[in-house]
């Protein structure tokens, strides 16, 4: 409730140091703090019938309070993987550009591999991912896919988003976990096995 001017500047403050920041415990710290001056603070109850049932509540509140933050911080995008899917075009005109052989082949394996969250939802949701994604095309920049309704929407106006900041993060994270893995000699993958559980035979009973 101070000056509103001096808060916007503080704001502003916060954001730059917040993009400055590798500090994922800082960044953090510094998204909360956003968060409870844009748009105050609050305390939320949460209960149930059990322990298992409070904590998953709890946890659900968390990933939703700490959604809103991040909404607020650097807004929403298209969600259900439609923001990424228009972001296609920008990297097809450049590989058409680039003289590289090794930048078209990268920019091909990029443009793929944003239409895989797309694919892995629809799929998820039991539908042919290829069938849906042409539809999408055909419907134009800004749809996607409605596992729930079943249908192509204007995401957007069906209230599907992303967090855009959450969405940037896991871009980065998967780029530089591909960088990595193209740069390296050896790559350790460890599969764990499913445990098989123990079948007790039931014993006999002698009879007397």
């Not at 509140?61 to 909404?71: C, G, L, M, N, Y």
Request: proline letters at 4%; one cysteine or more; a positive charge.
């Amino acid at each position: 409730k101070g000056n509103p001017r001096r808060l916007r500047q503080h704001i502003a403050g916060l954001r730059a140091a917040f993009s400055d920041s590798d500090d994922t415990v800082l960044r953090d710290s510094l998204r909360k703090r956003i968060g409870k001056l844009l748009g105050g603070s609050a305390t939320l109850w949460v209960g149930g019938g059990t322990k298992l049932e409070i904590e998953a509540r709890k946890e659900l509140a968390e990933r939703t309070a700490a959604s809103v933050r991040a909404a607020m911080l650097e807004g929403v995008v298209p969600g259900g993987g439609a923001a990424l899917l228009a972001c296609r075009s920008s990297l097809q005109q450049m590989s058409a550009e680039s003289e590289d052989p090794d930048e078209r082949a990268a920019y091909r394996i990029l443009v793929r591999a944003l239409a895989e969250p797309f694919r892995t939802i629809v799929a998820n949701a039991g539908c042919d991912a290829s069938d849906v994604l042409a539809e999408v095309r055909m419907a134009g920049p800004g749809h996607g896919y409605d596992v729930i309704q079943g249908r192509v929407v204007d995401v957007m106006q069906a209230g599907i988003y992303d967090p855009a900041v959450v969405l940037k993060a896991a871009v980065y994270a998967a780029l530089t976990t591909a960088g990595m893995a193209l740069t390296v000699d050896v790559l350790i993958h460890r599969t764990e096995q499913p445990k098989q559980a123990s079948v007790r035979t039931p014993s006999k009973r002698k009879q007397l």
